[in-house]
DNA sequence: TGTAATGTTTACCAATCGGTCAAATTATCG
DNA sequence: CGATAATTTGACCGATTGGTAAACATTACA
């Protein structure tokens, strides 16, 4: 008698490990696609290679494949903004976040589609998830930059705002990757185009930063 | 007998007008949510408070819809940008493109959605245009801001990521509104969230795009 | 007013959807 | 090996999908 997910060994098989990680695998191209309405669990078990039945021996529902990944990926995606350091140089922070933000653009563009398939239907799977943990990391770190400005190391600025930006634009070369190849056309739009971003981005926040000298101050 | 779309009479009724008007209201709501193949013509009907085949009856099949609105939003959509002008200073022209690029995240909201859903799916439906049009757009205002680097205006900078990094920022508060808004927390998710992010933005980009003063130049 | 064109609805279709089931196959281990 | 548990599959289910056909209702206009 066959028990779905391995409830009566406790332990997970060698078996159960590749396959759940080819199913996530497969479930990541088509949900960072389509979102989830707009994917089948048919899509999934062909990019997977594996029958629809057998997807559903794995993880019951559609639903619980969509969680899982988000489970899965969320942590790895906050991981640069975590790294982010309050005893560190202001300026080598702002450019090494950005730095990993947009290697993550690049390197896990289908993370990113993800996550803004999830934010544009409305974050119906993760809603808890943004007002709890990511909140209060964002909270935190936004501390940091307040510090920073207070301590006359960056310009005073918004910190959730300019956080927001970070987020923006970095992962805009993933989300929006179609939209950047055709407008820099087939010249501009090789893998050179994510160094050309982080220099243009570099730029931009760390002279948008800078501490405005006020010639009317002491 | 009923022939679609007014194919007899070539002008369009006072009734077509309006059925259209109200099918492409409900479409934009429904696609811009789920995008185009999460979204089912049931949704679009129950919303537009329609009949299913009376939908049919405008538009002949869901992708006719999902057109019909992408056309009609895509000029309205890039008309800030082509309100860019090079005669113009720079400083304004920048600041006010921003400003408005950001009401229309604020006033359009589903509009920006059904863009963003558009390009996370790969642009299946509008890659013509954005190798075509759009590129022309922005190639003719990259060279803009391109002579106003050359002039000094502003500090040297790629163009192209300039613009990115514009749509990118304010169309955020447009797609990850759900998000924004969770980071913010109640107390700073209210409606004057845009004016904080325009001033923080304003103050970003204006201030990274100083020209620097190089002590050892001439 | 009459009538032809336009607009709307009910009933329906084949295909696809998420998911189940029982039978068949394969791996594990004494 | 044998047997028991784990895995895989084909057949199938009811619900939903995009879309059609035809009857019915309404409008426009001579």
Same mark, same amino acid.
């Given at each position: 008698m066959a028990i779905p997910r391995a409830a009566k060994t406790q332990r997970r098989t060698r078996i159960q490990e590749e396959k759940e990680e080819q199913i996530l695998e497969a479930a990541l191209d088509v949900f960072s696609v389509s979102g989830f309405r707009g994917s089948t669990i048919d899509q999934i078990a062909e990019v997977a290679g594996m029958s629809k039945p057998n997807l559903l021996y794995y993880f019951r529902t559609k639903e619980a494949m969509h969680r899982a990944l988000i489970d899965r990926v969320l942590d790895t995606w906050l991981e640069p903004l975590r790294a982010f350091? /309050?005893?560190?140089?202001p300026e080598s922070e702002i450019r090494s976040y950005i730095r990993r933000k947009l290697e993550m653009a690049r390197d896990f563009p289908r993370e990113s589609r993800l996550f803004a398939n999830e934010m544009l239907q409305g974050?119906?799977?993760v809603e808890d998830e943004l007002k709890g943990p990511l909140k209060e990391l964002v909270d935190e770190k936004a501390d940091v930059i307040r510090s920073w400005a207070k301590a006359g190391k960056? /310009?005073?600025?918004d910190p959730y705002h300019l956080i927001f930006s970070i987020w923006s634009t970095t992962q805009h070369y993933a989300d929006f990757d179609v939209q950047v190849r055709a407008v820099l056309g087939q010249e501009h739009a090789g893998p050179g185009r994510f160094e050309d971003a982080a220099r243009f981005l570099e730029q931009l926040f760390i002279d948008g930063l800078k501490v405005k000298s006020v010639p009317n101050a002491s």
């Open positions: 350091d /309050a005893d560190g140089n974050a119906p799977h960056i /310009a005073k600025c």
